[in-house]
């Protein structure tokens, strides 16, 4: 079955997602919500069925019910969870197996156990779930190390900010020494793109996350851009926390100068000094819980 339509986020792999679950990102609650509203009710769970490769695995969808009085106004963390031995742990562990050996490593070395190990620039492996007609099946698509080879060498020859502009898959199947099947995949990377771009926009209700303002939004419009901190045509990471919706302006002296963004302080840092930080901000959050 082709769910592409329900396309709802990517996420790079960790040790977590490996043994443990994955957390949904607030901007994409929406989406859950319309999904299954009763997943809004705080410390509601439920059991579903994750399909990969064509098989069903065992996982809870739960909101979590931490103690609301001693962090009163925080959101609700919507997360998918599982166990270690759990047979859907043990595909990812096996599909991701390059993760997996490079994490185990890294977690046997006293100094990094109890620090977020990231993987090395020559490994890129990540999901896509999917949102399923079902509202107890999700799925999800596992890219592996190899597919991001593939893509790469696609992408390498495609300046990103003509990847972020274009509106039009046409560019993506110009390519007269590419495949047909390679075309269709670029296509595919740019719609799930757009799909993760509309969400956020919405989230921030069209809004510029470096000034907090709608632009042009006086003349009925809004012409707010998605820009891609890592860029998506070295990282192909199309997880909403590599994104950020911004103004025109703002993209292209972003894009002109390169400038380092520093998450702990969520701001671009340019080589003389100055720093454009960010008023919005909320999805770029990693939970604590």
């Known amino acids: 079955m082709n769910y592409e339509n329900g396309f709802i986020l990517q996420k790079d792999v960790n040790w977590s997602l490996l043994n443990e679950g994955l957390a949904i990102p607030i901007s994409v609650y929406s989406r859950f919500y319309e999904w299954d509203a009763s997943i809004l009710k705080h410390g509601v769970g439920k059991q579903v069925k994750i399909l990969i490769d064509g098989e069903f695995y065992n996982a809870t969808l739960k909101n979590q019910n931490f103690d609301q009085r001693k962090f009163p106004g925080h959101r609700d963390i919507i997360q998918i969870r599982y166990t270690q031995t759990s047979p859907i742990a043990t595909k990812l562990r096996s599909v ?11 977690r046997l070395l006293k100094e990094n156990y109890h620090r977020q190990i990231m993987l090395p620039s020559d490994i890129h492996e990540y999901i896509r779930l999917y949102l399923t007609p079902y509202s107890d099946v999700l799925c999800i698509e596992c890219c592996s190390n190899t597919e991001y080879v ?21 560019f993506f199947m110009t390519d007269k020494f590419a495949s047909i099947e390679k075309k269709q995949q670029l296509v595919k990377y740019r719609k799930i793109d757009r799909s993760i771009i509309l969400t956020l926009k919405k989230f921030y209700d069209y809004r510029d996350e470096i000034s907090g303002e709608k632009i042009g939004n006086e003349y009925g419009d809004s012409v707010v851009e998605a820009h891609h901190i890592d860029y998506f045509t070295r990282s192909q990471n199309n997880d909403s926390t590599n994104i ?8 292209r002296i972003i894009h002109k100068n390169n400038p380092h963004f520093n998450r702990k302080k969520y701001q671009f840092e340019f080589a003389n000094g100055e720093v454009l930080k960010l008023k919005l901000y909320e999805h770029l959050k990693v939970s604590t819980y």
């Open 96 to 106: 991701f197996h390059e993760s997996y050996s490079y994490f185990s490593a890294q």
């Open 244 to 251: 950020i919706i911004i103004s025109p302006n703002y993209h």
């Open 150 to 170: 593939q893509v790469a060498n696609d992408l390498s020859n495609v300046p990103e900010e003509l990847f972020e502009q274009s509106d039009d898959d046409e």
